[in-house]
Structure formats: C-alpha cells, structure tokens
C-alpha cells in the first residue's frame, strides 16, 4: 500500500457506512465511499456538525446538502496550492490520494540532472502536473475537458508554477497522442489516469478495457532513449494493481525498465490509524 501521510491541510478522520468524514482545511464534507463497507460506531463529533454533505441517491448519482462552506477555497500540500469546489458527483476538484505518486515521481525529477519532458494523459484539475512542475520538469497537461484545463491552470498559478514550461491542451488523449508519435515527438516522462467510461471533446467514447493497453503500447513508443518514469493510475473497480503491473511489463519490455511494480494507493483514517484504499497504480522507473 503506498499511503498519502504527508498531508497536513487534509485528512480522513473517520468512516463507516458507506461515508468518510473528511477534513479539508478548515472544512469538514461528509461524502459517499464505495470502499467503506463497514458500519462502526460515529464517536466523533464532527459527524454531526459538517459544513457539507453529499447524499448519495437510490437512483444514483446524489445531491450536495451544504450548511456553511464556501463556493471556492485552497488547500495546500508542500508548496503547492490547490483550489477547491464542490462540484458533480461528490467530488472537490482533487485527489488528495494522488499525493503518494507526487512524491514518488518527484525526487525521480529532482535528480535527473538533466532536462526533464513529462506527458500528463486524463490530466484533470492539474495536481500531477503541479507536483512535476515544482519539481523542475516542463510538462504537456492533455484533458478533454475544457473547465478541468482552466481549473489546472488556475492551481498552478495559485502554486505560482504559471511562469514554468507547460503546455495546456483540450484534446482527446489517444488522438493527441496518435499525432504526437507523427510529429516524432519525445517524453521523458508518462503519467495516465484514465477513467473507467469517458467521452472527448468530439464525442469520442473511452472505455478502458478496450482502450488502455493500446494507449499504454502507444505511449511507450513516445518515450525517450533515456526515460525516467511511467506511471499509471486507475479507479476501476476490478482493474488490480497486478493488471497495471502486467500491462507496463509487456508494452516497456524493449525499454528495459529497472523496476516495475504496482498497488494499492491509500489514506490514512485518523480515528483509528487504519488505511482506506482510494485505488491502485503501477509504476515503471529507470535509473
């Protein structure tokens, strides 16, 4: 399990019943978690007392019920400055789970020696992108998403990163990269976080069991003679880390990577010091 403990601004300080209660700076959201199964006693207070909760529906997808939480506010991780928002089905704009890979792939950056040229595919609201730009890499952030972009944008300025080398694109991930392995271009670096079902800007339909390994296969081929990292998230229910492990040791085989291996990515629960599984990741490095 590689565990996001450093955070200082956010925590999961309890779960049970299919919720966890979050603190998210001076905020504390009540929201829906698949993986809490489990039904506990609610000791803590803060159960009772949110400044936000999202209900989940029988229906499905759920409703925001707010009791005294901004519009927008800032976390921070490090030097970097999230904005936040709650916004579609329960989500704030971020990951904090994430984190675990941010500081994995960010000493890789650090002591390269060198120029570094990362690929941020499903890029979201910016937060890998962020952590490889305060790191020194200069970074090409693809998202289908117009609003997730500017979102990105926004956090990097909020990080003060505005000023690094960055390329912020709408496009749909495969056709970008189809058209990048034309152009002869070359990455140092992959990061992926695709999602389960998607669409492009075009309507474009993703599904990952059909389309994450030839995009994985693609990927490679965009890599340098001398890469540094290849890392893939995933949420998928089903999809198991030793999936990921599986798929980056067949497409990376000609690439020779010193280590490959994968798992669980998590959170620790303040209340009682266990850890909530939030996903799962493989990862490729070379020296």
């Not at 994995?104 to 950056?109: G, K």
């Not at 941020?120 to 997730?148: I, P, Q, R, W």
């Not at 749909?172 to 070359?186: A, H």
Request: charged share 25%; proline share 6%; aromatic share 12%.
């Amino acid at each position: 399990m590689w565990t996001a403990d450093s955070w200082k601004e956010y925590e999961v300080l309890d779960t049970s019943g299919g919720e966890k209660l979050e603190r998210w700076g001076d905020y504390l959201l009540i929201r829906p978690d698949p993986q809490v199964i489990w039904q506990t006693e609610k000791h803590l207070h803060a159960w009772k007392h949110p400044n936000a909760h999202y209900h989940r529906s029988a229906k499905g997808g759920g409703s925001w019920e707010f009791f005294d939480l901004p519009k927008t506010w800032q976390i921070r991780y490090d030097s970097l400055c999230f904005n936040l928002k709650p916004f579609s089905f329960k989500h704030t704009g971020l990951f904090p789970e994430q984190a675990a890979n941010w500081d994995w792939f960010r000493p890789l950056i650090r002591s390269a020696g060198r120029p570094v040229k990362v690929l941020n595919l499903f890029a979201y609201t910016g937060g890998a992108t962020c952590a490889a730009l305060e790191a020194g890499a200069s970074v090409t952030h693809v998202d289908a998403s117009k609003g997730m972009v500017t979102w990105a944008h926004e956090n990097a300025r909020s990080s003060s990163l505005d000023d690094r080398p960055v390329r912020w694109l709408v496009d749909d991930c495969m056709q970008f990269v189809d058209r990048e392995i034309r152009r002869g271009n070359k990455y140092d670096a992959v990061i992926m976080d695709p999602p389960s079902y998607g669409r492009g800007p075009k309507g474009e339909v993703w599904k990952i069991e059909d389309t994450v390994f030839p995009l994985i296969l693609k990927c490679a081929s965009l890599l340098s003679d001398t890469p540094l990292f290849f890392l893939i998230s995933s949420y998928t229910t089903g999809l198991q880390s030793g999936v990921l492990q599986y798929m980056l040791s067949a497409a990376l085989k000609a690439h020779k990577p010193d280590r490959i291996e994968s798992g669980e990515i998590g959170l620790p629960v303040s209340s009682n010091g266990l850890i909530l599984p939030c996903g799962c990741a493989g990862r490729a490095s070379w020296k």
